[in-house]
């Protein structure tokens, strides 16, 4: 199972105070349809509002990526600049 953790406010407020949890996912994008699906509106703010890190690498748009079996994803704010 990968483990999914995050350091977000937002994160925690819609998992009911959880900072990381373990999701048996194959891919980025199985892994937002699971957190949607036991989370609402978690899977809308990973795809819009974050980046991942994926076992130490920072993604930005990362649906494809697949994930391991002891995969680690980070949920990273996306910062915007101007």
């Given at each position: 199972m990968a483990r999914v953790v995050s350091i977000s406010s937002r994160f925690r407020d819609l998992t009911g105070g959880l900072d990381g949890l373990?999701?048996?996912a194959r891919s980025v994008r199985e892994l937002v349809r699971?957190?949607?699906a036991r989370f609402p509106g978690l899977g809308a703010l990973v795809?819009?509002?974050m980046a991942l890190a994926i076992d130490g690498?920072?993604?930005q748009d990362a649906l494809m990526e697949p994930l391991g079996?002891?995969?680690e994803v980070v949920?990273?704010?996306r910062i915007s600049g101007g």
């Open positions: 373990d999701v048996d699971m957190l949607e795809e819009g509002e690498e920072i993604h079996p002891h995969s949920l990273i704010p």
